[in-house]
């Protein structure tokens, strides 16, 4: 099996580099999968997880990310992040008392962030794309 090269970059630093057999990111309409040849695309990117596969289809890393944009062409996928955290090191306990203390508040920032937080625990209890 082909790899594609992947980055995954957020605005502090180059938090991914590696070849990978597939990626899943959180495209704007929907998840999909980037496999070695994709045609290219763009897409903006809502909260949700990325998923990083070897050649052997194991499941490498696993991340979060709140938004940005994917730029994919055969060869490199690349993924701008506007944050980015390693699944593994999310907290639930952390992210529900942040929902719980962002709940109360009415502004357009708490909201967003309140949406983001939502989305952080969805993708921590989610086990979809474990396996493929």
């Known amino acids: 099996m082909a790899t594609i090269s992947f980055d995954l970059v957020s605005p502090e630093n180059l938090i991914f580099n590696d070849e990978a057999g597939m990626i899943i990111v959180p495209g704007k309409d929907g998840d999909f999968g980037v496999l070695p040849g994709h045609s290219k695309v763009m897409s903006s990117l809502r909260p949700g997880r990325v998923m990083v596969y070897g050649e052997d289809k194991n499941l490498l890393k696993a991340f979060f ?31 529900e008392k942040e929902i719980q203390d ?31």
């Open 65 to 95: 990310v709140s938004g940005g944009f994917a730029e994919v062409n055969p060869e490199k996928c690349i993924i701008l992040a506007e944050s980015v955290n390693e699944i593994n090191t999310l907290e639930k306990s952390v992210i």
């Open 102 to 132: 962002l709940d109360s508040e009415e502004n357009d920032i708490a909201k967003e962030q309140l949406s983001i937080a939502r989305a952080k625990l969805n993708a921590l209890e989610s086990n979809f794309y474990e396996k493929i």
